[in-house]
């Protein structure tokens, strides 16, 4: 193997960290299988969820992703339109997603579990959806447990 080669693969397997939406335009996607994404505090709205939703839509080697959206303003459709673009994600193993004091309800809510059921790989999901709108946490924590390629499931209310 040579030199770029080694080098490629390590770059490969390196976490990567990214603190604001703009760091994702330039990225080169399909490299990285790694990645923790905190956009906290950063008045993400319906608007620019789709923005990051184009950035990650294009990472089809991601297996392992950390999104940290804590305190913004994402309501029923960003939180749909984020788990259809994960969906394109189709390595993607693990999911950790911090979707603490938002602005979603539970058909919100809901509709993101039924997209994370197609999820073919994804083995380990943690969720945290303190602060939000949602009344029916049952039903989610049912709908999600449907999903028996989940070998470890975590919702932090």
């Not at 946490?137 to 049912?142: A, S, T």
Request: charged residues 20%.
């Amino acid at each position: 193997m040579g030199c770029s080669q080694i080098k490629k693969k390590k770059m490969l397997k390196e976490k990567q960290y990214f603190n604001q939406l703009e760091e994702l335009q330039n990225i080169q996607h399909q490299i990285y299988f790694i990645m923790e994404i905190n956009l906290s505090w950063r008045q993400i709205n319906e608007e620019s969820i789709l923005c990051l939703c184009i950035y990650l839509q294009k990472c089809a080697n991601l297996q392992n992703l950390t999104l940290i959206l804590f305190h913004n303003y994402i309501g029923d459709q960003g939180i749909l339109d984020l788990s259809i673009a994960l969906s394109k994600c189709v390595n993607l193993t693990t999911l950790k997603l911090d979707l603490i004091s938002n602005l979603f309800f539970d058909d919100g809510i809901i509709n993101f579990a039924n997209e994370i059921l197609k999820y073919p790989k994804l083995k380990i999901l943690i969720l945290y959806i303190n602060n939000n709108m949602i009344n029916r946490k049952l039903k989610l924590r049912n709908k999600i447990k449907k999903a028996k390629r989940l070998v470890k499931f975590s919702i932090f209310q």
